[in-house]
């Protein structure tokens, strides 16, 4: 069983960035992808992206690309978000994801383990 708790949320001006951080214990985080979801206010939980087990391939959905970067260190058994450029549509609840399965930048097969969720706040 993997434990995953994300950290890092915060409110930030628009334009400025925070990095998300999901560090997991319990498990072979090693051995897991990992991606990134978020959910706003009155909307359905949206995919952000997501990384092999290895870190050596990402996924980006379309909205967040060349501003978002996710990051694994399997050393340290933590996963990264780090956020730039941040608008206010980024304004969410992210939540990090195990053991899921990549298929594109546009779909992420979620796993079985997710996290607390963390807050990201946006002001203009």
């Known amino acids: 069983q993997v434990q995953l708790v994300e950290s890092g949320g915060g409110l930030v001006q628009a334009g400025g960035s925070l990095r998300l951080a999901c560090a997991a214990s319990g498990g072979a985080f090693r051995t897991y992808n990992m991606g990134w979801f978020r959910r706003a206010p009155g909307k359905e939980r949206e995919y952000v992206a997501a990384?092999?087990?290895?870190?050596?391939?990402?996924y980006y959905t379309d909205s967040v690309k060349g501003r978002f970067t996710i990051s694994k260190d399997n050393a340290k058994n933590t996963g990264y978000l780090q956020m730039n450029n941040l608008k206010p549509e980024d304004a969410a609840v992210y939540y990090c994801n195990a053991d899921g399965v990549p298929f594109s930048d546009a779909f992420y097969r979620p796993g079985r383990y997710w996290g607390q969720g963390t807050q990201v706040t946006v002001s203009t």
């Open positions: 990384i092999t087990y290895n870190g050596r391939i990402t």
